[in-house]
């Protein structure tokens, strides 16, 4: 009787921390982690319960729709502190994610955001008309969004992101194209990637390092690691006909990336050699493998799904694919950086060369006892601290993207 209930107990603990589960939260499939937190939202459905937030990575939700619209929000991006978010063409920001300000803009009204990014500190928006096929580059400069440039290329932009300080887009029909001018001018990057109609259709984009991936509405992962030169596929889901896309990917580590896919959560742990897919607690009869969106928020990897029944939102630990929560140091090595005055006795600046993250990283600074006495954005590969006000020392710092120490180094307060 003893070793029964013992044997129940068990499973029942497996069942419960190491699989996927529901959080309870059955109107969102657009999740993001931000402010040490996570957000979720109905944008990628027509859902009508808007924004939430979790104060317990993902145990429970509340709504956060102060300033936003009561349904249709979609993430956009991180910036110096800020997330912002969109629908159509109207964009929100915000410091927390639990109060939000409309932002002004020039945008045409009959144009809709399709993706946002940030490039050397400036937020970046695609917009495309309902027709002509065609796309619009928007930059938020002096307070205002503002129209930085009307390419000619005839093509749908589905996502845009900063890969190494390069723009890169994702299209409907022409597969990947870049731009080294912050959106002026774009040309075809595509060199070895998969040729079929499926493959040409790009849902995401995400760098690791000086590695960049794409996922494609067919089911395949293409890698390049040469900034986009060549690419080359490295996974298959689907059957190359669209049924089965790769829709979003979170960045962990400098090895380890998550895919959010139309057959489940699929990983790599190993730079995108080899790719894993876990749907444990998933119920593809109730079509929760139809995953959308994925982040990660403390020990805990948060997805938004579609079912039969409506979006949700489900979690899972860490733990469950093998993973430790915790710091990960870059397996290339510290990245070289520059502490300039150091000593100082007011302000100082730290620069990291060859960040080659999307987002922006933060700089933690530590005291002598080793704790944490200020959390400064990294903006562009720099960070500006006021230190003025502390005591004389020595400190140490670690600049972090997500999970991952990018560099570390040390400054002497006078």
């Known amino acids: 009787m003893k070793k029964l209930l013992l044997s129940v107990f068990t499973l029942s603990c497996f069942a419960g921390f190491s699989q996927w589960v529901y959080t309870g939260n059955n109107t969102s499939n657009d999740v993001i982690g931000a402010f040490g937190s996570a957000f979720a939202s109905d944008g990628l459905i027509s859902g009508s319960s808007g924004l939430y937030s979790t104060p317990d990575n993902g145990a429970t939700w509340a709504n956060s729709n102060t300033g936003v619209p009561s349904s249709g929000l979609i993430f956009g991006t991180l910036n110096s502190g800020s997330l912002y978010a969109f629908k159509t063409n109207s964009i929100y920001v915000s410091t927390t994610g639990n109060n939000w300000s409309l932002q002004p803009s020039t945008m045409s009204s009959s144009l809709t955001i399709k993706s946002m990014t940030s490039l050397n500190g400036t937020v970046i928006a695609a917009a495309s008309p309902n027709s002509p096929a065609s796309f619009k580059i928007y930059h938020f400069v002096g307070g205002t969004w503002t129209l930085k440039s009307s390419p000619t290329n005839a093509m749908y932009i589905t996502c845009i992101r900063n890969l190494g300080g390069t723009l890169f887009a994702g299209t409907t029909a022409s597969n990947i194209i870049k731009s080294s001018d912050a959106g002026m001018t774009w040309t075809t990057s595509s060199t070895g990637a998969p040729t079929q109609n499926a493959h040409k259709y790009n849902n995401c984009l995400a760098s690791s390092g000086n590695t960049l991936y794409c996922g494609t509405i067919g089911g395949r992962i293409v890698r390049s ?20 896309g790769i829709n979003d990917f979170y960045v962990y580590n400098t090895n380890t990336v998550f895919a959010a896919t139309d057959s489940g959560f699929v990983y790599t742990t190993n730079g995108g050699n080899s790719w894993t897919r876990y749907n444990v607690g998933l119920n593809f009869g109730n079509f929760e493998n139809l995953m959308k969106r994925v982040t990660v928020s403390g020990n805990n990897i948060i997805a938004g799904v579609n079912t039969s029944s409506g979006a949700r939102v489900v979690r899972m630990p860490l733990s469950s694919i093998g993973i430790s929560a915790g710091v990960n140091e870059l397996t290339s090595g510290k990245l070289e950086n520059k502490v300039y005055p150091n000593p100082t006795s007011g302000n100082v ?50 600049v972090l993207n997500n999970n991952t120490i990018a560099s570390r180094g040390k400054l002497v307060v006078n």
């Open 225 to 244: 690691t040469n900034s986009g030169s060549t690419w080359s596929s490295v996974y298959n889901i689907g059957d190359d006909n669209g049924f089965y």
């Open 349 to 398: 600046t730290i620069e990291v060369s060859d960040l080659t993250f999307e987002d922006n990283c933060i700089v933690k600074l530590y005291d002598a006892m080793g704790r944490v006495v200020s959390t400064t954005v990294m903006n562009a590969g720099k960070a500006q601290l006021d230190l003025e006000n502390y005591s004389a020392g020595l400190y140490s710092f670690t």
